[in-house]
């Protein structure tokens, strides 16, 4: 469930002052300089976020929230404040419903299943239908290209897995420690 809401930013545009001098020529012991500053003024522009609220029952505390259906991730702190949310693409109904927990991380990994298939980043917290495992990482490349676009998170893209961009992959990889929760709603 998305919604859109105007929120109000606030952007200060500072620009530097501007300094100008010259020296008078001609004399060597006595200079004048001539000094102009300029600063614009600070303005309020309200731009539109978009604000997904994390899912209910989703648990509470430091943790990882992971909604299938809408293949968006939630990072939340240990105060219940969202830390980071992005969007993912991972496979409809994989994995199932359940709090997990964050046991393995590789800066790179490669997929089992399909020749060439290679990513970095990987966060595993659960074991797929097929005995694989199922983590965060980053979009796979194959063949030295990737096999989608950032533009193409939130579409069921995936394997297994949880395709994020490269920023969003390393941020996990980094926040989540081992042991790390990880729950997984519809």
């Known amino acids: 469930m998305k919604r859109m809401i105007a929120a109000t930013v606030l952007a200060l545009s500072i620009m530097r002052s501007a300094s100008v001098a010259s020296a008078n020529a001609g004399t060597n012991d ?8 300029t600063t614009a003024p600070t303005t309020t522009e309200p731009i539109l976020v978009e604000v997904v609220p994390v899912p209910i029952k989703s ?15 939630w990072v939340i702190g240990a105060d219940n404040e969202v830390i980071r949310t992005f969007a993912v693409s991972g496979m409809l109904g994989q994995p199932g419903k359940g709090t997990f927990s964050v046991f393995s991380k590789s800066p790179t990994s490669y997929s089992p299943e399909f020749a060439g298939v290679t990513f970095r980043y990987m966060t595993r917290f659960a074991i797929g239908r097929n005995g694989g495992n ?7 490349i194959r063949n030295n290209k990737p096999m989608q676009t950032v533009d193409e998170l939130g579409a069921f893209k995936g394997s297994g897995c949880l395709r994020s961009s490269t920023q969003d992959a390393l941020f996990i990889y980094h926040w989540a420690t081992l042991g790390t ?4 709603v519809p």
């Open 30 to 37: 006595s200079a004048t300089s001539t000094t102009t500053s």
């Open 59 to 73: 648990g509470i505390g430091r943790r990882i929230v992971y909604a299938n259906r809408q293949q968006r991730v």
């Open 134 to 140: 199922i983590g965060f990482h980053e979009i796979p």
């Open 181 to 184: 929760k990880v729950v997984v």
